[in-house]
């Protein structure tokens, strides 16, 4: 076999270099591609959570509520005191909110991630001795207790909502509808605008009248919705 010159050593040299610099590259581009699908389960499995519905009989995803949104309804609720509850409470934003201006604040939320991440954010904002935090669907929760509600809900559940608030709730309590307002009831007042519109409802106004008077309505639990 005869020798190979320097001008084929040097051929196969660059040849060899060359396949290896495409094996290198094709390695990188496997390693990278999977970087970036490992990064986008990882997103998913941290995001997933705080985005799917938050409520099973009518779903109600989780959109945080606006800095506007926050000033409008502690606007209306301005020389209240007492219970205030959070319906699907979200991040507890509303909930710590409302801590910080006295009320004993109780959220309520079908999806165990948030309701975690808002008691670690109750606790770091130094208000978890007055907020209280449940996974509970709302429709097998008796709001009869509380003297405020907040509600972000969704035009599907309005309804729904309207009777088991107006059976539950006591006469001195007062709802505040953001981003939509309840379909029959008649608000007793109205803040801002567009989706920060906040709509509030005297329970008194609303409650059903028995015997043809405007008597209250015997309060019943709607447990079983």
Known sequence: MSEMTESDLS?????????????FKKRLGIIATCAVG???????????????????????PFVPATGTQLENVFGVLKGRSGS???IGSGDGRIVIAAAKRGFKAVGFELNPWLVLYSRYKAWREGVHHSTSFYISDLWKVSFSEYTNVVIFGVPQMMELLEVKLQTELQSSAKVVACRFPFPTWTPNDVAGEGIDTVWVYNAKTFKLPRNGKDSERQEVPLHQQ
Do not use: H, I, M, N
């Open 11 to 23: 051929t196969e040299s660059y040849k060899q270099g060359s396949s290896g610099e495409g094996s």
């Open 38 to 60: 490992g990064s986008l389960v990882a997103l998913y499995a941290v995001t997933g959570p705080f985005v799917a519905p938050a409520l099973r009989k009518v779903c109600l």
């Open 84 to 86: 205030l509850v959070d």
